[in-house]
């Protein structure tokens, strides 16, 4: 019995000469193919080349451009800036009579509003995700009334509270008819300074519970049920099964929570902006509204630089909330 032995082929050739070969590896690939591939690269770069420039010029060029602008005195319309070096946040931080004051009066009350509003988020969207997972059948309704603070216009929301805030609004009338007269706020809830911070600390955490819900929601639903059985099995009732257990696991999502809450607090004005400006006598005054006031609202020219001076202060202060929650939330994990 012999074997047929077949002639080995010798590799094909195309056009010019060049040799196909397959394209995982081998010789290089024939001119067409290194066309074709060079034609699709450029064809890629060409369409996110919009996106590239955008960002340089809106981005990396005004991150520059405002960086440049904080060691400077301009006041928007003149040709050339005065370089003044670090004096704009010396400025800031102590030495203006002006400016000095006000940023530290701005500083304890963003304080103020970092540490209520990511403690009360927390306080309020975690017992709500806990009850709105346990009712199955309402779930959907119930999540989207919650959600409502969330997608509605912040602005029609602003004007709807300081309307209901008012001497006659519907919060002191409210008070009145359940027996509650001795609450109420003749000057208004937002007119009366030792009630005006934490109403719109209030404000705030309403319209951040949505989010921190719905995170607390999605972080229930892919718990494992089968420690939450074992932990029932060994006698856990409601309550310690839910701060024992599931709220340990679910601290990722905390932080996540209090950090959306911090950035906020710390860089949110349109709330201070819109409701009170600041008032009653600075007792609303944040820096976010600070900065905002400084670069388009001050009648002592130029301080554009001083407005970029205190936005770089705010960007370092949250770069270091962001390390130290980050470094926290690695702690626990």
Known sequence: MTTAHHPTLPESTGGGGERRTPPGGGPPAPAPRRRALRSEAVSGYL???????????????????????????????????????LDNYADLLWRSPVHAPRVQAAALNTLWV????????????????????????????LRSIYFVPYVTTGIAVYFAWRYILQPDGAVNQLLGMIGLGSLEQPQGW????????????????????????????????????SVLEAAQLDGAGWWRTNLSVVWPLLMPLTAINVLLSLRDSLHGFQTFLVMTNGGPGEHTNVLG?????????????????????????????????????LRALRSRV
């Open 289 to 325: 509204l600070e900065t905002y006031r400084l670069a388009f609202l001050e009648d002592l020219a130029p301080t554009l630089g001083l407005a970029s001076a205190l936005g770089w202060l705010l960007f370092a202060a949250a770069m270091v909330l962001a390390l130290i929650n």
């Open 114 to 141: 970092m540490v209520f509003v990511p403690l009360l988020t927390v306080a309020v969207s975690f017992p709500l995700a806990v009850l709105l997972h346990q009712a199955r059948h309402l779930q959907g309704v």
């Open 190 to 225: 937002l007119g009366n300074p030792d009630t005006a911070l934490g109403t719109l600390i209030v404000v705030i955490v309403w319209g951040n519970v949505p989010v921190a819900m719905l995170l607390y929601l999605t972080g229930l639903q892919s718990l494992d049920r």
């Open 47 to 85: 369409f996110v080349a919009p996106a590239v420039v955008l960002f340089a010029v809106m981005g990396l060029y005004t991150v520059g451009y405002g960086f440049a602008l904080s060691f400077a005195t301009w006041n928007g319309f003149t040709p050339e800036w005065t370089w003044v070096g």
